[in-house]
T-cell receptor
Framework: DADVTQTPRNRITKTGKRIMLECSQT?????MYWYRQDPGLGLRLIYY???????NKGEISDGYSVSRQAQAKFSLSLESAIPNQTALYFC??????????FGPGTRLLVL | GQNIDQPTEMTATEGAIVQINCTYQ??????LFWYQQHAGEAPTFLSY????GLEEKGRFSSFLSRSKGYSYLLLKELQMKDSASYLC??????????FGAGTRLAVHP
């Protein structure tokens, strides 16, 4: 079984809709992250959490929110989706050296 | 500001050696990572350098010069399956990773 899982793997939604992307991990790591990846821009950090009670904004948090429900679960919400949020979204966990372990990604299309 | 630069694309021949360069300017430095990402898949960890010098791991080696803000990933005995994007990432201040845009490597016969 995969150590980091994401659901859904693919999602098409309409402008203005609220959607949630979910991430679960079995690696036992405290640190979890949400990134988005766009062609030519690399991975950009949206939010990160160093433990259940610690949530921090990344470089592009506007339009997103997160919830850390447990050590193993970290979800990302788009309150009102817009087309420029169309991207590939990755969840990741890390050990103390910050070696990141990525989930398989969620491909999101906002129409 | 914070900036990580790497070439956008490279091509190489199967069996050859290729070097992918990465230069960085970041506020704080706590290590440099290289990740491999095949198209449509998640990035996977390749190497980590925190001290100057060369780290060798099988066909892959990674070099770091902190004074020059420079790293490279060396891939030897290239195989077709090495066709992928290679991401340079710096662990900067507050222990956050900053990623470069990636280098897309195409290996041809």
């Amino acid at each position: 079984d995969a150590d980091v899982t994401q659901t859904p793997r693919n999602r098409i939604t309409k402008t203005g809709k609220r959607i949630m992307l979910e991430c679960s991990q079995t690696k036992g790591h405290d640190r979890m992250y949400w990134y988005r990846q766009d062609p030519g821009l690399g991975l950009r950090l949206i939010y990160y959490s160093f433990d259940v009670k610690d949530i921090n904004k990344g470089e592009i948090s506007d339009g997103y929110s997160v919830s850390r429900q447990a050590q193993a679960k970290f979800s990302l919400s788009l309150e009102s989706a817009i087309p420029n949020q169309t991207a590939l979204y990755f969840c990741a966990t890390s050990d103390l050296l910050e070696t990141q372990y990525f989930g398989p990604g969620t491909r999101l299309l906002v129409l | 500001g914070q900036n990580i630069d790497q070439p956008t694309e490279m091509t190489a021949t199967e069996g050859a050696i290729v070097q992918i360069n990465c230069t960085y300017q970041t506020s704080g430095f706590n290590g440099l990572f290289w990740y491999q990402q095949h198209a449509g898949e998640a990035p996977t960890f390749l190497s980590y350098n925190v001290l100057d010098g060369l780290e060798e791991k099988g066909r892959f080696s990674s070099f770091l010069s902190r004074s020059k803000g420079y790293s490279y990933l060396l891939l030897k005995e290239l195989q077709m399956k090495d066709s992928a994007s290679y991401l340079c990432a710096v662990r900067g201040g507050y222990n956050k990773l900053i990623f470069g845009a990636g280098t897309r490597l195409a290996v041809h016969p």
